[in-house]
């Protein structure tokens, strides 16, 4: 086990002072804890979640995990996890790539660093290539989303390091019919409309023998950046960044003796983007709400997943007996970065020196074209029209099965689960470059053909890159969770798990770009690793009171190590690794759940320290413009998250989440492939550099309800904050190979929301307005590398304002 350093553990103690403190006045009043008197007045909602794989009340689960019910879903308008997010402390999260990040632990290389389930069933990727994108589901006709914060690795397996998300779906009932209709329409300042519809429907077939439950959905996003031909400068597409998704569910439930469940289980989805969120900075006017973009491509993502899934439940006395089996299957198919402003940048550094691909002397004078992209758009002055598309291609094959047995009495002195899991996984990641036009760019920028720029022709359908990988992951695990109260007060957890791993892949890597060393024949290098990781985790609890509970948690997350294809030596140097570690972090928890006031008031707090150790990351080379993935740098991840609810009358309730996260490198990072005997290698990361991660967020909510007549009626508010990063990344530590100083951290931003609604019998009809005071900061600014400048940024949808109708019966 790693150890805390004494000048860190101050810190710990200091921030963990905050959550003691709350519960401790009531831990001294009634240190012995006998029953609370009954609670009078209006009180909040206590949600079951099934966090330790048990049903349990969330005030006693002894860790930190946000609980969003399908009624809380709904009062505050989310459609997905982005929208979530927002609402979650210590939680960030990337629209671009769908990555979730938790207490600052994310990455782009390797295996996921969040686990991300679908009931369950484990659906996170592994980064085999570029634009290793999660599927997310959407969340309409789930029962509940749970976010776990802090490493799950005893229970939720390799992939859950920094945390874990469970999208839970609504079960078939034997007994009861229910469902639900739901229109939304809406229209965004300066862009398109949005339109949303759903069903659900479910009960028996046969009364408590067979029941069933489906539902669908559709969406239109409506664009709001135009896209222009960057040659003539003219709109060839109004709000091109538009997204249409489609969701199908589907359960049935057999109980064909008593005790016993069959369900087998149907989950489909597909989204369809439309260009991307980016806008060019120098052609757009963001102050003014113009959002112009010119890339040549139409930059489209077309994602599906289905799921398919059959749980049988077994209750006998005092165990449960449950085994999931699963078959996940996913492509998606994107253009992850334009093919043309991707080589326009890589043709501009070998053009500005003076030499052509192959590192000779230009038959013409190659400086004239040195700058083909800058801050308006493309640069080729006699060329004409140039486009070159990138395409990848991310597909999944995922067979899981979970069996096991835990005790279901609650009020047993020893509370227990056990398990055991198996995963194969198959993924493909396939990036492509089509450029047609190639061999006459060559000729207009070096004045050569392509066999003596390149060193070939094009591959057969015009590809000048293709880099194709296959891997296969494999892993058993057996797992256990054991809880003992040792009085009515204290309570101890213990869990392990304990894993075999495997990965292997093989990889064809060809093309002009690709630069290859052994004359011109494809590369097809292969690798694999193998692991067996061992998790614990620790806890004890402290029940000070019926409504106060301070806990304490140690725990492990890993993810499994892996190995990535070598770099082609004649264009980018090396030797490079091929094969990583799995890298790990050690979580050092302190919390407190609460309820004051008659239980109006509920907080939940906690103070964390993670250190996370030989990790993996994606190193750029900057000689060819291709990444390999190493295990660099050590880190430390230190804040606390609080949340709660307070009903403060039978009309006002108010909520708050607020989540502190401070997250540096503490050990340097080295490129391995540039030591030498006399050189300790480029500086890639620095001791003190700053994960990229917001320190602060903070959301705050007041919703007042009173009645029309004798209808409920509502209004609400909502503020979200994200504070500015004031300590450098790598990209903006001069002292870094990764240095650019044309980039800089995102503005701190405020986004505020309005609804008000009515429940008139079983409809509910509502008002919403998202953006009051239509924010349009710069998110996200981009540049293909250092020396171009066309840079792309991103910002909030502009205002939108809409309405909504459900009717539940």
Aim: proline content about 6%; aromatic content about 12%.
């Amino acid at each position: 086990m790693s150890h805390m350093s004494d000048c860190r553990k101050p810190l710990l103690a200091s921030v963990a002072l905050v959550p003691l403190l709350l519960a401790f006045p009531a831990a001294a009043q009634n240190a012995d804890a006998p029953p609370a008197a009954a609670p009078v007045g209006p009180q909040l909602e206590e949600i079951t979640v099934t966090a330790t794989r048990r049903s349990e009340s969330l005030s006693k689960v002894t860790e930190s995990v946000s609980a969003f019910t399908a009624a809380k879903m709904e009062v505050l308008n989310i459609k997905s996890f982005a929208d979530m997010a927002k609402f979650t402390p210590g939680v960030d999260f990337d629209r671009d790539a769908n990555q979730i990040s938790i207490r600052g632990i994310k990455s782009d290389a390797g295996s996921a660093t969040t686990g991300i389930y679908i009931d369950d069933t484990p659906v996170q990727l592994r980064a085999l290539g570029l634009n290793a994108n999660n599927a997310l589901p959407y969340v309409f006709d789930l029962d509940r989303v749970e976010v776990l914060r802090g490493p799950q690795g005893t229970l939720f397996g390799a992939g859950s390091e920094g945390g874990t998300v469970r999208f839970i779906t609504i079960q078939p009932s034997l007994t009861d019919y229910s469902g639900q209709v739901h229109t939304e329409l809406s229209g965004t300042g300066g862009g398109g409309m949005n339109f949303e519809g759903g069903l659900a429907f479910g009960g028996p077939i046969v009364e408590d023998k067979v029941g069933f439950r489906i539902s669908g959905w559709a969406r239109r996003d409506g664009g709001y950046i135009d896209k222009i031909d960057p040659y003539n400068g003219q709109v060839t597409e109004p709000d091109a960044n538009r997204t249409n998704t489609y969701v199908v569910r589907a359960a049935v439930t057999f109980a064909p003796i008593d005790n016993l469940t069959i369900t087998p289980a149907y989950n489909f989805q597909q989204r369809a983007q439309n260009n991307y969120n980016q806008y060019w900075v120098g052609l757009s006017n963001r102050n003014n709400g113009f959002f112009i973009d010119g890339t040549p491509e139409n930059m489209r993502d077309d994602d599906r997943f289905d799921l398919a899934s059959v749980k049988i439940q077994y209750d006998l006395d005092d165990i449960q007996l449950i085994s999931n089996t699963s078959y996940f299957s996913r492509s998606e198919r994107l253009q992850g970065y334009s093919g043309t402003l991707y080589n326009l940048s890589y043709f501009q550094q070998i053009t500005s020196g003076g030499t052509d691909p192959q590192g000779d002397p230009c038959i013409n004078n190659c400086t004239a074209h040195s700058v083909l992209l800058n801050r308006a758009g493309i640069n080729l002055p006699g060329f004409g029209p140039y486009v070159s598309q990138n395409f990848i291609t991310n597909t999944q094959s995922n067979v899981t099965e979970e069996f096991r047995v835990q005790s279901t009495d609650k009020d047993a002195t020893v509370q227990w689960v056990a398990g055991v899991f198996y995963a194969g996984n198959t993924q493909r990641s396939n990036e492509e470059i089509n450029d047609p036009q190639l061999p006459a760019l060559t000729r207009y920028l070096w004045g050569e053909g392509m066999i003596k720029a390149w060193g070939m022709n094009l591959l057969p359908g015009g590809d000048d890159y293709d880099n194709d990988t296959h891997g296969n992951d494999r892993q058993v695990a057996l797992f256990g969770d054991v809880t003992v109260n040792i009085t009515d007060q204290w309570k101890f957890t213990a869990g392990l798990r304990y894993a075999w791993t495997h990965f292997d892949f093989r990889n064809l890597n060809t093309g002009p770009q690709d630069l290859l060393d052994n004359g011109g024949k494809p590369a097809t290098p292969r690798g694999k690793e193998d692991e067996e990781p061992v998790t614990p985790k620790v806890s004890l609890s402290y029940q000070a009171t019926p409504d106060d509970m301070i806990y304490g948690t140690i725990a492990e997350g890993y993810r499994i190590g892996g190995a990535s294809p070598p770099l082609p030596l004649a264009a980018c140097g090396g030797p490079f690794p091929n094969q990583y570690e799995s890298d790990t972090t050690w979580s050092y928890e302190i919390g407190t759940k609460d309820r004051f006031f008659d239980r109006r008031l509920q907080i939940s707090a906690s103070a964390y320290y993670v250190e996370w150790s030989n990790i993996q990351q994606a190193i750029y080379v900057n000689s060819c413009g291709i990444q390999y993935t190493a295990n660099v740098g050590e880190a430390v991840s230190e804040g606390f998250d609080l949340e709660g609810q307070y009903q403060v009358d039978d009309n006002l309730q108010l909520n708050f989440a607020v989540g502190y996260t401070e997250a540096k490198y503490t050990k340097s990072a080295i490129d391995p492939s540039t030591v030498t005997p006399t050189y300790k290698g480029a500086l890639l990361a620095r001791a003190g550099d700053s994960l990229d991660v917001v320190p602060w967020t903070a959301t705050i909510g007041v919703q007042y309800n009173f009645l029309v007549g004798e209808d409920q009626a509502f209004v609400r508010a909502d503020y979200e904050f994200t504070s500015h990063r004031h300590t450098p990344t790598i990209n903006e530590d001069p002292q870094t190979e990764y240095y650019d100083p044309g980039l800089h951290a995102d503005p701190a931003t405020s986004f505020v929301s309005l609804r008000t609604g009515i429940t008139l019998d079983k409809w509910d009809f509502n008002l919403f307005m998202d953006n009051v005071f239509d924010a349009h900061p710069q998110l996200m600014l981009q540049h293909q590398d250092s020396f171009t400048r066309l840079f792309t940024a991103e910002t909030f949808r502009p205002r939108t304002t809409g309405v909504t109708a459900s009717y539940h019966f």
